[in-house]
């Protein structure tokens, strides 16, 4: 429409494509200039409200209409009257008017700024002096006059021009400048507003941020979800590789599968540690690993060691190592020994080979290869079932220790396995039966009866003996009786106090009985520096109670009677060779500064932890094959200490965590690292240097082996 201002708030419809409809819309809008219908359109506020389609779903959904327009619609509203010119024309005139205008005001002033000012160029007159009403009659007068006047104006205005010419100039300049420099900076700008918003900044943003706690083969696996096989794989992925294989296969499949993390495959693992050898006999570069770890160890008392020894049962085949060439089998049993720190929680495989028994000189000969690579061996712990080592060693009650084969002046104590001396006590009970002398000097008889007889009697609802029942405590048979929580359990305190309480005084020295040999396994299991129960304490924390109730323990043991036996088992010895070494031994370490000690560092309990993990990891609790023991115990000397390590692997390190002054015995409020969730204690750091000096050799991380019949 000619008088349409085009408002923007209003909806607009194209011309009819129909030639006919078309022209008379042409004719409505009354314009002078011509224009393409094709491209045109018309608001809606030409049309009346007849003129639109009923929307009636919106209508019923409450929605704003949608504006159709029906076929035979003909603009009617706001029409103009004559023929004129477009809003739009008279626009765009105004615009060229203006232009025109604007070009020619900047014409005079770049007139005004050059030298060559036009002294010629009018300028409009003075009408300050030109009378508001002049008199026809002094026409030429007044021309005069206004000649005159525009003369003088036109030379004066001259004169200042001219005069601020090159005051201009220099502002012009200095503009100029400041325009330049702000381009400059304007184009700096612009590409620094590129970068930021560019891929690659984003990329390089998150690298530098991921690169403060990942590896950068992590941060390829995050940012690289799609790439099928990730290259440059670090030591630090390897070692990690390698713990997170020790502490699950499962979960090393599952985050190497679903590309959570950037774990390197097993032939990847193998080419860095191709000259880490773990074959029967003595483990040179476990020794080697552990005398790098314990390096920079500042604590006089870090290399103080306990050395174990146990037998895991294996299955009986025949295998063929293509690395060696050799047929290994067939094999019943692997002896493994493993050393651990007395006062530091740190702990390595030193020693493994199959179908044999832990000699003296074989215990010699291990001792003296530790002392060669700076492990003082103050302690040795065995399991009762290996009596001719305790006849070698010539033990006995009196005689508990033996002299260091290559350092004369030190003492190594002896102690029989305590949870297994445990488990022994517990099955003379429920085979046998004891009899106890009570104050008056009789003997009171107990046996399995008496404890069925608590059970019956103690049937109700609410039990007092409630840790124990017939099937798991008393009827146990085979492995069961393998679990020393069981035999805990049934000879712990609370079962103790059920007699008393049930029986009253006909039970009473059985009682005492039971409740001596529970404070004794307390006092010889402790695992925390302090504890609810102080004879769970480290040993010598509150030392008077923890010696009283040893004393009652060897004076048990030392009266009491088997049915059917007329001597002391070995076991009873057992007892108190242990009884006896952890005076001497507390005596011996007391006089170096080492003010308590962690009794279960003096049991077998670690080296089970061992046999557990190597069952777990071949993928099923039964009997691993020779060779699959071998691969598994490689596994767990190079996994290290995973659950401290995996809390920052790019800088913890186990010294760091564990804290120096805590490790080296001295008292603290907080609780002792637990042994029982001790992993080999072989931290990242010291994996990394074994990593070092591989250069050549032979896949060893997994053989391939090939079963033969036996």
């Known amino acids: 429409m000619s008088t349409c201002n085009n408002p923007k708030d209003v909806s607009y419809h194209t011309f009819p494509k129909i030639e006919q409809m078309q022209k008379v819309w042409v004719t409505k809008c009354k314009r002078s200039d011509t224009f393409?219908?094709?491209?045109?359109?018309?608001?809606?506020?030409?049309?009346?409200?007849?003129?639109?389609?009923?929307?009636?779903?919106?209508?019923?959904?409450?929605?704003?209409?949608?504006?159709?327009?029906?076929?035979?619609?003909?603009?009617?509203?706001?029409?103009?009257?004559?023929?004129?010119s477009s809003c739009s024309v008279v626009s765009r005139q105004n615009c060229q008017k203006k232009r025109e205008e604007d070009s020619a005001r900047a014409d005079i002033v770049h007139a005004l700024l050059t030298e060559d000012f036009p002294q010629e160029q009018s300028l409009p007159p003075a009408e300050e002096n030109i009378p508001e009403h002049p008199n026809p009659d002094?026409?030429?007068?007044?021309?005069?006059?206004?000649?005159?006047?525009?003369?003088?104006?036109?030379?004066?205005?001259?004169?200042?021009?001219?005069?601020?010419?090159?005051?201009?100039?220099?502002?012009?300049?200095s503009l100029e400048k400041k325009l330049l420099s702000a381009q400059v900076q304007l184009r700096i700008l612009k590409k620094e507003v590129k970068w930021l918003h560019s891929t690659k900044f984003q990329d390089d943003l998150v690298k530098k941020r991921l690169s403060k706690h990942h590896s950068p083969a992590q941060v390829r696996c995050l940012l690289n979800k799609g790439t099928k096989h990730q290259r440059g794989y670090s030591k630090e992925d390897t070692s990690t590789a390698l713990i997170i294989k020790s502490s699950s296969p499962k979960l090393f499949r599952f985050l190497r599968g679903k590309k959570l993390l950037a774990l390197p495959s097993r032939r990847t693992q193998e080419k860095y540690l191709k000259d880490f050898h773990c074959e029967p006999g003595i483990l040179k570069d476990s020794i080697l690993l552990l005398k790098k770890k314990l390096e920079n160890e500042s604590s006089p008392h870090a290399k103080l060691a306990v050395l174990c020894s146990d037998e895991m049962n294996t299955r009986k085949l025949c295998e063929w190592c293509p690395r060696k060439k050799k047929v290994y089998g067939p094999h019943s049993k692997v002896q493994i020994a493993q050393v651990r720190g007395l006062t530091h929680p740190w702990k390595q495989p030193i020693y493994a080979s199959f179908n044999t028994t832990m000699t003296k000189d074989l215990l010699f000969h291990i001792m003296a290869d530790l002392e060669e690579a700076g492990l003082a061996i103050i302690a040795i712990v065995f399991n009762m079932g290996n009596t001719k080592l305790m006849s070698d060693l010539e033990l006995s009650p009196g005689k508990t220790s033996f002299c260091h084969p290559t350092n004369p002046s030190r003492d190594v104590f002896c102690f029989p396995d305590a949870p297994h001396l445990l488990k022994l006590f517990r099955n003379h009970l429920l085979d046998d039966g004891y009899e106890f002398l009570n104050a008056n000097g009789c003997y009171a008889s107990l046996s399995k009866s008496d404890l069925e007889a608590l059970l019956n009697q103690d049937a109700g609802e609410l039990r007092i003996a409630f840790k124990i029942t017939s099937q798991a405590h008393l009827d146990c048979r085979g492995s069961a009786r393998q679990r020393v929580r069981t035999a805990a359990q049934l000879l712990s305190g609370t079962v103790s106090k059920a007699l008393q309480y049930i029986f009253g005084e006909s039970m009473a020295t059985q009682a005492e009985a039971i409740n001596t040999v529970n404070n004794w396994f307390d006092t010889m299991n402790s695992c925390q520096v302090h504890s609810i129960k102080k004879l769970a304490c480290g040993f010598g924390i509150h030392l008077e109670e923890q010696q009283h109730a040893l004393n009652k323990m060897e004076k048990l043991v030392q009266t009491m009677k088997i049915k059917g036996k007329k001597s002391m088992l070995p076991f009873q010895k057992g007892f108190l060779i242990s009884i006896s070494a952890m005076r001497g031994l507390h005596e011996a370490v007391s006089s170096e500064g080492v003010n308590f000690i962690m009794t279960t560092h003096v049991n077998q309990d670690n080296?089970?932890?061992?046999?557990?993990?190597?069952?777990?990891?071949?993928?099923?609790?039964?009997?691993?094959?020779?060779?699959?023991?071998?691969?598994?115990?490689?596994?767990?000397?190079?996994g290290g200490n995973h659950d401290i390590v995996l809390k920052n692997p790019a800088v913890m390190d186990e010294e760091n965590a564990m804290g120096e002054e805590n490790m080296m015995g001295e008292e603290r409020d907080t609780d002792y690292h637990d042994p029982s969730t001790d992993t080999l204690c072989v931290s990242k750091m010291a994996t990394c240097d074994i990593i070092d000096q591989t250069e050549s050799g032979d896949s060893l991380l997994s053989d391939d082996l090939m079963e033969v019949d036996s």
């Open 138 to 173: 002094d026409t030429n007068t007044s021309k005069h006059i206004q000649t005159d006047v525009a003369m003088t104006t036109d030379a004066s205005t001259s004169c200042n021009i001219m005069a601020n010419v090159p005051q201009l100039k220099s502002k012009v300049a």
């Open 36 to 84: 393409n219908p094709r491209t045109a359109h018309i608001c809606e506020r030409h049309f009346e409200q007849d003129a639109y389609e009923r929307d009636l779903k919106a209508e019923l959904l409450g929605l704003p209409p949608k504006k159709w327009l029906k076929k035979q619609a003909i603009p009617s509203l706001n029409l103009p009257t004559g023929t004129n």
């Open 607 to 638: 080296l089970e932890n061992v046999f557990s993990r190597i069952h777990f990891i071949t993928g099923n609790y039964s009997h691993p094959s020779p060779m699959e023991s071998l691969r598994c115990l490689r596994i767990l000397m190079l």
